[in-house]
């Protein structure tokens, strides 16, 4: 926790984390932008992101995948222009400056203030996307989207987007939060599932230590097995007050070799 958010940018520890990753035996991590210390984050300074790529060199971190939650926050589709060119003009910047990092992928959370159950908000965000993708894919990066909403009507929206640079970043814990069927998922869309992030959920409780809550850990991983998934995964599990950090990370991460390694039988995801 940061703040009252459950993920923030790190401002005063970021540099620290890359070793404690490493430490670890993670491979990855994925950066945050949102507006908490916005102005100081060093991904959007030049030499933030040399030392960005020192850090990465140093410790071989990488970071796959860029967490834009900013445009959830200031969202897209505010019905407030000035708020709507604000967030516009990050995004567009947060696709210039992500591959000078080597950042592969801009993961947009379609949650929140960005919810697009609305069908006319919908409708912007895909118009907003598709006007995006010359950019996204001069620079060499591909969209995930993070959404909310039930499997018809993800097929219904990925329909309209190019399947070759636009992909889900599936969240184990917020489809049990809003109580879907992982199965049903899948069969709509598993092949276009890019990247997972690892949570645990219950429909009353929005994060629950993993194996706390209502996620079927074995079965999603066999479903992302059987959809040749080829992603990394995130580990974005509840922080118990108290705990000491890496002590929990440790015990989260034997649950994930035990509970999703053990069943991905012809890929081994990053994490």
């Known amino acids: 926790m940061i703040g009252d958010k459950i993920q923030a940018f790190p401002l005063k520890t970021w540099r620290e984390e890359f070793a404690i990753a490493?430490?670890?035996?993670?491979d990855v991590i994925e950066w945050v932008v949102d507006t908490t210390d916005v102005d100081w984050n060093p991904l959007l300074t030049v030499e933030g992101r040399r030392e960005i790529n020192r850090m990465q060199e140093e410790t071989g971190i990488k970071i796959p995948v860029l967490c834009a939650d900013y445009l959830m926050e200031i969202p897209l589709c505010s019905d407030n222009l000035?708020?709507?060119?604000?967030?516009?003009g990050m995004l567009y910047e947060l696709?210039?400056?992500?591959?000078?990092v080597g950042i592969k992928h801009l993961e947009i959370p379609l949650l929140g203030k960005l919810d697009i159950?609305?069908?006319?908000?919908?409708?912007?965000?895909?118009?907003?996307?598709?006007?995006?993708i010359p950019s996204v894919v001069e620079r060499g990066l591909g969209i995930l989207l993070e959404l909310g909403l039930p499997?018809?009507?993800v097929?219904?929206?990925?329909?309209?987007?190019?399947?070759?640079?636009?992909?889900?970043?599936?969240?184990?814990?917020?489809?049990?939060?809003?109580?879907?069927?992982?199965?049903?998922?899948?069969?709509?869309?598993?092949?276009?599932?890019g990247n997972a992030h690892i949570k645990d959920c219950t429909p009353e409780d929005y994060s629950v230590p993993l194996g706390k809550g209502n996620v079927n850990f074995t079965l999603v991983s066999k479903l992302l097995s059987n959809n040749y998934f080829t992603g990394d995964f995130i580990?974005?599990?509840?922080?118990q007050p108290g705990r000491d950090p890496v002590e929990e990370v440790t015990e989260y991460m034997d649950f994930v070799k035990s509970n999703l390694l053990?069943?991905?039988?012809?890929?081994?995801?990053?994490?």
């Open 22 to 26: 490493r430490d670890l035996g993670l």
């Open 82 to 88: 000035a708020e709507r060119l604000q967030s516009l």
């Open 95 to 100: 696709i210039r400056v992500a591959p000078e």
């Open 117 to 132: 159950n609305d069908l006319d908000k919908e409708g912007h965000v895909v118009d907003l996307l598709l006007a995006s």
């Open 151 to 153: 499997p018809n009507r």
């Open 155 to 193: 097929i219904s929206l990925l329909e309209k987007l190019p399947g070759d640079v636009v992909k889900i970043n599936y969240d184990m814990g917020n489809s049990a939060y809003f109580g879907f069927d992982a199965e049903e998922e899948f069969s709509e869309y598993g092949q276009r599932v």
């Open 235 to 239: 580990l974005q599990a509840y922080r």
């Open 262 to 271: 053990e069943y991905m039988n012809w890929w081994t995801p990053r994490i």
